[in-house]
Every structure is written in C-alpha cells, then in structure tokens.
C-alpha cells in the first residue's frame, strides 16, 4: 500500500496487534482469470511461527478461494482499524482540506492448505477459544459429537499463509503541526462516534484497534 514515511509503522509486534484486534479480514487472492478474488473471513495470526509471523484461517469447501491458494499465488490479507473522518474546521492553521485518519495493516504470503484433522479441529477450537472470550457462559467444541465435528469439517478448507511482507500504517495526524494533533485529537475525542473516539485514543498513543 501506498505509506508516506511519515506514517509508515516497521513494528512487527505493533502490526501483529492491529491484526488480533481487527481479525476479521479481507483476503485477496488472483483466480484462475488473474481476477483479484476476496473473502471476508476471521484470520488469527501466530507471531511465533515465521519471522513475521503466520496466518491461519479456513473458508467454506464451496469457496473457490482455497484453490487459488493451493495453486501458490501470492495473497493479501487486509486488516483495517479504527478510522475518522478529519474537519479542516478543526485545524488552526488556514487554508486546509479534509482528510481521513486512519491504521491498517497489509500482510502478503502465499498460502498453503493445512489437510490434518487434527490440526484443522486446533484452529476451530482456537477461534472458538478467542472469539467466545472469557465469560460466564462460554460455548465450547467439547460437548458436540464428534460425527457430527467431522461432518462439519469436511465442509471446510483450512488454511496457513507464512507472511513475508508486512506493512503498517497509522495516518494519525502526524503531518500537521503540534496544535492541528491536538485541535484534531480533541474533536475526536469529543465525537459520539465510537469510531473517532478509538482514533483520538490511537493519536493518544493507545495500542492498536
């Protein structure tokens, strides 16, 4: 994606954190035409697999998407933040245009299909693990047949993406001067919009959301 230095993020861990906190993705893949092809999917990323970690996910068996990563074409997964509309009439300094506050991060490998039944129902119980949370009533895998499991998976093509190129960016006002971040920093903070809220945190210096 195109970075201005100025917001460019080279933090491995500070984009690996933008991606658990905004895991539902968007993966792009070029079909068998060289059409980029897109599925919005839930991606857990392991930091620990790979020196810039790796993606695990899977898609619906009738998903044409899996074989094109079988077919070893490099992908792109797109995770998107928070992100806030930016009013001129905010800024001190005149004249000025609106602009768009935002973080993302852009992670390309090439795929591979994860076959084992054993490590395909891990990755269940991992997103189940992670998405159900920690309340009092959390569902669990455990107590569903395991014909029925089995039955479920063989709907499924699951997958794993060894990133080799990882880029961040957070256009978080900083090309404007000391007082424009803050004018902007507080007029969000100020907005009913849950979304400008979490981006003037992020200009606060919050991790990543």
Same mark, same amino acid.
């Given at each position: 994606?195109?970075?201005?230095?100025?917001?460019?993020?080279?933090?491995?861990?500070?984009?690996h954190a933008l991606m658990r906190a905004q895991s539902f993705a968007v993966m792009i893949t070029a079909d068998d035409a060289g059409v980029p092809f897109a599925t919005h999917l839930p991606i857990l990323v392991d930091p620990a697999r790979g020196p810039l970690g790796t993606l695990r996910g899977h898609v619906a068996r009738a998903n044409p998407h899996w074989s094109y990563l079988a077919a070893g074409r490099p992908t792109l997964v797109v995770?998107? $933040?928070?992100? &806030?509309?930016?009013? *001129?009439?905010?800024?001190?300094?005149?004249?000025?245009?609106?602009?768009? @506050?935002?973080? =993302?991060?852009?992670?390309?490998?090439?795929?591979?299909l994860v076959e084992d039944p054993a490590q395909v129902t891990a990755l269940l119980a991992d997103l189940v693990r992670i998405y159900e949370g920690g309340g009092p009533a959390v569902w669990s895998m455990d107590g569903l047949p395991g014909d029925y499991v089995a039955g479920m998976q063989r $709907?499924?093509? &699951?997958?794993?993406? *060894?990133?080799?190129?990882?880029?961040?960016?957070?256009?978080?006002?900083? @090309?404007?001067? =000391?007082?424009?971040?803050?004018?902007?920093?507080?007029?969000l903070a100020a907005s009913d919009?849950?979304?400008?809220?979490?981006?003037?945190?992020?200009?606060?210096?919050?991790?990543?959301?």
């Open positions: 994606m195109y970075i201005p230095k100025q917001f460019q993020i080279t933090d491995t861990a500070w984009c995770f998107a $933040g928070a992100h &806030a509309y930016v009013s *001129p009439s905010w800024y001190a300094t005149h004249p000025s245009v609106p602009t768009w @506050n935002y973080v =993302a991060a852009h992670a390309t490998g090439t795929g591979t $709907g499924i093509v &699951a997958f794993e993406i *060894p990133i080799e190129r990882l880029e961040g960016k957070a256009k978080l006002s900083q @090309n404007r001067d =000391a007082v424009d971040q803050a004018r902007t920093r507080e007029a919009d849950p979304l400008a809220r979490a981006v003037a945190a992020l200009m606060a210096g919050a991790p990543p959301r």
